[in-house]
């Protein structure tokens, strides 16, 4: 099933490309989502949501059951719910008051299948010795794709890939 959903992947992604040829890439107002893409922005709506109520608990009844959900961080690999637990619960138990949205969330459904992408911001306080004071705000953002399957009726979450945007540089001279 993996090898199957990996070449579906690769077969897709150039196509998806394809299909943002020529955009523009300027702030559009997005028209109001309904029906399927609606669902879909509702489960990414409520990823975000859990993420801020530091809840893993919540996340997993989004995702599809075990090996078939993968997650990619940058270039970081996870594969499986238990993959993807055991590298955000260490983390996420740093975390204090953490607030992630998406923005810019544009879903595409097709039977079966849905992908969106979207933009992402996290805020959050590091807690840890590390840090002086023991805590450090940190705010992030970048862009993310996820893709869905309808299983049973209900959108599931099958993969996810976000990568940061780089940290901006200040230029001296203009302060």
Known sequence: MRKLFVAWLGAVLPLIA?????????????????????????????????????????????????????YFE????????????????????MFEHPVYRITELRPFVSGELAYATFSWAMD????????????????????GTAVLSRIAGQWRIRHLHTAQAPARKVDPAAH
């Open 74 to 93: 940058g270039s970081f690999v996870n594969v499986g719910w238990q993959s993807y637990h055991d590298h955000l619960a260490p983390e996420m138990a």
């Open 124 to 143: 959050v306080t590091v807690l840890s010795p590390k840090f002086a004071g023991g805590r450090h705000p940190v705010s992030m953002a970048g862009k």
């Open 18 to 70: 394809l299909a943002h040829e020529g955009e523009t890439h300027t702030q559009e107002a997005a028209a109001p989502l309904a029906g399927e893409a609606r669902a879909v922005a509702d489960v990414l709506d409520q990823y975000a949501a859990a993420l801020s109520a530091n809840d893993l608990a919540r996340v997993q009844p989004l995702l599809v059951a075990g090996d078939a959900f993968s």
